[in-house]
């Protein structure tokens, strides 16, 4: 049995590159560009930090998330209380940070007139 699951494993991963090859033969057709919305450095800008912001929220809202479970297992460890209380002050400062660059970046955005 071993011997035949070996061989539908090799069978198997042979095919993998003709079905990632499987397509047009004479290549894709209407390849956009992906720069062609970022014809200036605004929006260019605006982009990588919307990026940014909204990783650097849900880093944050995760470690919040791990502080949490951290807090619950603690199971009435003082140590372990402690450190899942600084991981949740350290997360919910973090979010306070990512919501006032937020606010900070709107009001520069609407200051400088630029709606993209």
Do not use: H, W
Not at 28 to 33: A, L, M, T, W
Not at 51 to 74: D, M, N, P, R, W
């Amino acid at each position: 049995m071993s011997k035949k699951l070996t061989y539908l494993y090799i069978f198997l991963t042979s095919l993998i590159p003709a079905i990632a090859l499987a397509g047009d033969p004479q290549g894709p057709k209407d390849i956009p560009d992906p720069f062609e919305q970022y014809a200036d450095i605004e929006a260019l800008i605006i982009t990588i930090t919307n990026y940014i912001l909204s990783i650097a929220g849900l880093v944050s809202v995760a470690f919040i998330i791990v502080g949490g479970f951290q807090y619950i297992t603690a199971g009435g460890n003082e140590e372990q209380t402690k450190k899942a209380m600084k991981t949740l002050t350290n997360a919910t400062v973090g979010l306070i940070l990512v919501f006032a660059a937020y606010a900070i970046y709107v009001t520069i955005k609407q200051a400088l007139k630029i709606n993209l």
